[in-house]
């Protein structure tokens, strides 16, 4: 089953534009982590929030996660073609550390 | 870091057949994933070793399907006797084995039944 869901599930923005995805999950959770996949490829970590963080940065990439509503979002700022390809968030379940659960994923298309 | 890699990266075979897929992880990780990926979900669970030893499998793998990773270095993952929903992507993941380490695929190899 997936843990998390993310919203929306195709985005098609342009070049330079803002690009924000959203994660929802159902249990509690330790972490939870972001990963990027280019099609026919295996998937890349992006960057993982704590439980206990509310916000965090990577070069362009800015990730919030409110507990309180078992949801996360990933924003790319001055998205870039490359940037094109399909996000997920993935938390661990069943109580285990190693147990990735992974959504559906968001498929981001930017247009040069 | 050579990164994980996976052999073959695409297996088309008849269904009945029985096929193999290697993974060889991140040297120094002692912890090993496979996952099953199907068009437009995410990947999904199947199998994780810790060294040698494998520790947990998923209610997705059904007998015919077997894992192992000999020694703690690469793995591989049996199909036996395939059938038409076995055609997936099937990804390795490696990491370290301590809280939140991220885990590094590797390309996944493209499974066709026909």
């Known amino acids: 089953s997936q843990q998390g869901e993310e919203d929306p599930q195709a985005l098609s923005i342009q070049e330079g534009e803002n690009a924000t995805m959203n994660c929802s999950y159902k249990t509690s959770i330790n972490n939870l982590q972001w990963y990027r996949q280019n099609s026919g490829r295996g998937l890349v970590h992006l960057i993982l929030i704590r439980s206990n963080e509310r916000e965090k940065h990577s070069g362009r990439l800015r990730v919030t996660l409110d507990t309180s509503k078992k949801s996360s979002s990933l924003l790319i700022t001055a998205s870039r073609a490359a940037d094109t390809a399909s996000y997920f968030c993935?938390?661990?379940?069943?109580?285990?550390?190693?147990?990735?659960?992974f959504g559906k994923g968001t498929l981001l298309t930017v247009n040069p | 870091d050579t990164g994980v890699s996976q052999d073959p990266r695409h297996k088309i075979t008849k269904r009945g057949q029985n096929v193999t897929f290697r993974c060889d992880p991140i040297s120094e990780h002692n912890r090993l994933y496979w996952y099953r990926q199907t068009l437009g979900q995410g990947p999904e669970f199947l199998t994780y070793f810790q060294n040698e030893a494998q520790l947990e499998k998923s209610r997705l793998l059904s007998d015919r399907f077997s894992a192992e990773r000999p020694k703690g270095s690469f793995s591989t993952l049996e199909i036996q006797r395939t059938e038409q929903g076995d055609s997936a992507m099937y990804l390795c993941?490696?990491?370290?084995?301590?809280?939140?380490?991220?885990?590094?695929f590797g390309d996944g190899t493209r499974l066709s039944i026909l």
């Open positions: 993941a490696s990491s370290w084995g301590s809280e939140g380490q991220p885990q590094h």
């Open positions: 993935a938390t661990f379940s069943g109580g285990s550390n190693y147990k990735l659960t």
